[in-house]
């Protein structure tokens, strides 16, 4: 049975995150101590003591949940993954765990792009919002409709599991979607409290700053198989991870496909390493008859 291995993305944050974990592993304490020394900042005590309104913050949230991802997998005895995959900022953590780029050239390139992504949403205010209940194509439909309404921007954003997707674009096209998604039906429709439109077209004013941090970063063709964000496909290749990185910005997470694609080849035991416990959940409401683990 193949083991798959999955790095969660923003939204699974919390105020004393990996604190445990630095206190309990010397090397830990080592990986933190470092981080804060790549960034020129005390990231580890946003992450341990807060306060949560800092650690919500885009970017610190994602070099927070990057750097917990890695290191609770480097602390681990356990076997090596056959595949592996991140959603969203955990494609990173993935590719580091994977030997696809260092420690220190992924904290960079996350911090940056946490960066890049809050500057897009000052510059291009947007709203992302939870569609439970809809069938995936409904929902892009529907998305569709809201624009042509509107003249405005809103997409599918992340397509998380059988009827869980989450949309993205600009507020008016948004809310839009939304009164649509009720009247068709959905079970709910709900906007999130997040600080921009990401992957939509509204984070476009970050693209150029991403695309100039990937070509300065040395990319390694990985060790096992990484699954792509962008179409749910696996490559060991380093020029494709560098292109799917750039595409994962502006497009939707296809984190439903990804799973389906992983189990297709063979896993049958998948693996969350980071915090919380979102993507365990993702897996039990995708695929049936697996093994679901977590390491926090």
Known sequence: MKKAYLFPGQGSQFVGMAKELSESHPEAKKRFEEANDILGLDLASIMFEGPESKL??????????FVHSV?????????KPD?????????????????????????????KRGQLMQEAGI???GAMAAVIGMDDDKVAEICEDASEK???????????????????????????????????????????????????PLMRPALNGLESQLESTSFKNPEFPVYANVDGKPTTD???I????????????????TL???????????????????????VKRTLKKVEINGYQ
Request: overall charge negative; glycine content about 10%.
């Open 56 to 65: 919500k913050q885009t970017e610190f949230t994602q070099p927070a949940i």
């Open 71 to 79: 290191v609770r997998y480097q602390t681990l005895d356990i076997d």
């Open 83 to 111: 595949m592996v995959a991140g959603h969203s900022l955990g494609e990173f953590s993935a590719l580091v765990a994977n030997g696809a780029i260092s420690f220190e050239d992924g904290l960079k390139l996350v911090r």
């Open 123 to 125: 510059k291009n205010p």
């Open 150 to 200: 509107t003249a405005l921007v809103v997409i599918p954003a992340n397509f998380n599991c059988p009827g869980q997707v989450v949309i993205s674009g600009n507020d008016e096209a948004v809310d839009e979607a939304i009164e649509l998604m009720k009247k068709a039906g959905c079970r709910m429709a709900k906007k999130l409290p997040v600080s921009g439109a990401f992957h939509s």
């Open 238 to 240: 380093a020029e494709t």
């Open 242 to 257: 560098k292109e799917n990185l750039r595409k994962q910005l502006l497009n939707a997470v296809q984190w439903t496909k």
């Open 260 to 282: 389906e694609n992983m189990h297709a080849d063979g896993a049958g035991e998948f693996v969350e390493i980071g915090p919380g416990k979102v993507l365990q959940g993702l």
